[in-house]
Structures are given as C-alpha cells and as structure tokens.
C-alpha cells in the first residue's frame, strides 16, 4: 500500500519560515521524481517545486530563491524548506510522487501565514 505522510504545516507570521516533510512507503522512492503543490479553495492545484530522480529541481516563479526542495533517497522523503513566507502562501501543501506508471498524493498539510 503505497502512503505519502505530509507534515511540518501550520501557522506563521509573514517573513517566518516552515519546513514541510513527506515520508513515502510502499513504492521504490528512488525511482519516483517528488514534487510539492498547493491549492487554495476555489482555485486549481498548482505546483510548488519538483526534484527528480537525478536532482534536478523547478520551482514556480512565485517561490524561486524562497523555498528551496530536497529529497533523502535513504529515508524515502522529500522536504521543502519555505523562507520569507507571505499570505499568499496560505495553501493546503501536498506531496506527489511520480513514477514510470502511477502518480500518487499525500493527504495534505494546511500552511497559513498571517500578515
């Protein structure tokens, strides 16, 4: 049974910092590009960040040079370290991992900045 664990959300003045953390199990992880996505209600899911299997790393222009993904093939996780936090982060944060054949997602973790 594969499960995506999302944690490290919650509540956070402007200019705070975070670090969000998914534990993956139930797929071979180091084969699996990971990536971060929020959505906010009302609107589309969008992606936040992604690392591929390689490292390789894209981020959404509106977090570029504020958040920054990593990835521990040996624990199976992925993290993304959230700086200079802004209202407009206020989103449910997700994981998803992707694969040569199936895409799974985390439950999610709510991030909320106040201003």
């Known amino acids: 049974q594969v499960q995506l664990v999302e944690s490290g959300g919650g509540l956070v003045q402007a200019g705070g910092s975070l670090r969000l953390s998914c534990a993956a199990s139930g797929i071979i992880f180091s084969i699996n590009d990971m990536g971060w996505y929020r959505q906010v209600p009302g609107k589309q899911r969008e992606l936040v960040a992604v690392?591929?299997?390689?490292?390789?790393?894209n981020y959404a222009d509106s977090v570029k040079g504020r958040f920054t993904i990593s990835r521990d093939n040996a624990k199976s996780t992925v993290s993304l370290q959230m700086n200079s936090l802004k209202p407009e982060d206020t989103a449910v944060y997700y994981c998803?991992?992707?694969?040569?054949?199936?895409?799974?997602w985390g439950q999610g973790t709510q991030v909320t900045v106040s201003s």
């Open positions: 690392i591929t299997t390689g490292d390789i790393t």
């Open positions: 998803k991992s992707s694969g040569w054949r199936y895409d799974y």
